[in-house]
């Protein structure tokens, strides 16, 4: 059983800057055996894949909305992955959420479909 949890969000300006961390645990879990998806849900709206990253391939993934301006790292000691957001724009609030799901041969996906356990999720606010 995988548990997931994020911190670090809250209220920014435009043009400010968060890191969000995901913290993993379970028995015998790390998360090099996994890929590792962070995605976004507004009111209203779709849930938008931001970014993934498979350590174990060497490989990270980003939307197309978030390119440049957000990063993907991870710690494998800490089973910890972060995302480091910069240039905040109003559009990018909304609930972000961290979630894992098998490896893939190609690296990884943002794709919600691709991954099966999720966190609660955690709020971030970019407003003036």
């Known amino acids: 059983q995988v548990q997931l949890v994020e911190s670090g969000g809250g209220l920014v300006e435009p043009g400010g800057s968060l890191r969000l961390s995901c913290a993993a645990s379970?028995?015998?879990?790390?998360?090099?055996?996994?890929?590792i998806g962070w995605f976004r849900q507004a009111p209203g709206k779709e849930r938008e894949g931001v970014s993934c990253?498979?350590?174990?391939?060497?490989?990270?993934d980003y939307g197309d909305s978030v390119k440049g301006r957000f990063t993907i790292s991870s710690d494998n000691r800490k089973n910890t992955v972060y995302l480091q957001l910069n240039s905040l724009k109003p559009e990018d609030t909304g609930v972000y959420y961290c979630?894992?799901?098998?490896?893939?041969?190609?690296?990884?996906?943002?794709?919600?479909?691709?991954?099966?356990?999720w966190g609660k999720g955690i709020r971030v606010t970019v407003s003036s």
């Open positions: 990253i498979s350590t174990r391939y060497d490989k990270t």
């Open positions: 379970g028995t015998g879990f790390t998360i090099d055996y996994v890929s």
């Open positions: 979630a894992t799901g098998p490896p893939l041969g190609i690296g990884c996906r943002t794709l919600a479909g691709d991954y099966d356990h």
